[in-house]
């Protein structure tokens, strides 16, 4: 483990081990800047000396790995969680607004007066900004000198169909139908499948609903009667079949070149890598397959000492931005979905101190009691006394911990 220092400008230095930062701080040379990653600030001049340090980037649209090299030893590892739930929230907020604003016959409607030209998804922008904020996280605890980010690029239809080739790519699905409903139903012979009535009223179902994420694609549809599909959608029938989702490696497709424009922006020796160099250096050094270690290898450092600490951060969401809540409360009066923003001093994903264990506060009352959860979501406790607690890093959009780094080889 290594505890990262900067200078008295706060410019990144190389780390030190933790005996010489004990040093530094009971003889008052050094200041205390975070807790996790362990960051001191030296209060005297210095040296100034620099290594050549790489940071490997493997980027993804759920987890990103990260690795900062020398040529003898890892200075950081790092596996970051992203969020899945933005879409999700969206659509909540959007029926929210279209349900009040239905209420309201004099409010003009709004849908012609937002241009979305070179817009993004929020989803996909918040996963670009998130490894753009990473990087310059890990460039501000180390002097980074080269950026090296692997990017990948997938062929879905080479995912759907591993056999395709040529001309069959400019052939879909539905080629030769009106549309993709009427080459749905004549796939499944006008039949519904689950009673197999055919003289009946037709509908196509989507198995993975759009509001979970689900898409158009014909494996996505199914043809069912109109009994079937109300019964499905009343949960008073289930209808199983396992359904590939394109949904990742469609983001990455979109984001890859986003990534390393932005980058560039930023920065001065930013480079990019491929996936198949990096599983063919990994298998050839024998190093189990997880996100930190594909960045190890991407890092170009190879014959570096790997750390023993794996750095965990976690993007939670910040503010609650539904304005009301979908029932209203006796007498009709809906009130805020929100409770006071700090209670006793403490806020939603601090990260504090219960009976020893460090743990998240995940859910507050305005009593001053609140729910706590480790990183991995293990319940501590569903209702604990503000007084019991010691505060320990307030939340600054991320929940950080550490644990004892996956072995890297087998």
Known sequence: MFVYVLNMHGEPLMPCRPRKARILLKDKKAKVVNRTPFTIQLLHRSSDYRQPVNLGVDAGSKYIGLSATTSKKELFKATVELRQDISKL?????????????????????????????????????????????????????????????????????????????????????????????????????????????????????????????????DNLVTLCSDCHSKIHKKQLTFNKKVKTFKHASHMNIMRKRILESLKREFNNVYETFGYLTKYLRENLGIVKSHCNDAFVISHNLEAEQSDVEYLFKKVRRHNRQ???????????????????????????????????????????SSGYFQLKSFNGTVISQGVSSKKLKLLEPIKGWLIDWRIAIPSST
Do not use: W
């Open 90 to 218: 969206l659509e909540s907020r959007r029926s929210q607004r279209r349900n009040r604003r239905s209420k309201l016959r004099y409010r003009p409607a709004r849908f012609n007066n937002r241009s979305k030209k070179g817009k993004l998804a929020p989803s996909i922008q918040h996963k670009i900004e998130c490894h753009l904020t990473m990087i310059k996280r890990v460039c501000s605890i180390l002097p980074v000198d080269n950026i090296i980010v692997e990017t990948a690029e997938f062929d879905t239809y080479k995912l759907k169909n591993p056999e395709i080739n040529g001309v069959e790519y400019q052939h879909g699905d539905a080629e030769g139908f009106y549309n993709v409903k009427s080459a749905v139903l004549s796939r499944d012979k006008y039949t519904c499948q689950i009673c197999g009535k055919k003289h009946t009223k037709l509908e196509v179902h989507h198995i993975i609903f759009k509001s979970q994420g689900g898409s158009n694609r014909m």
């Open 323 to 365: 304005i009301h809540k979908a029932k209203p409360s006796k007498g009709g009066q809906r009130r805020k979905n929100q409770s006071p923003y700090i209670i006793n001093g403490f806020r939603r994903y601090d990260k504090v101190m219960y009976k020893s264990i460090e743990c998240f506060i995940t859910g507050k009352r």
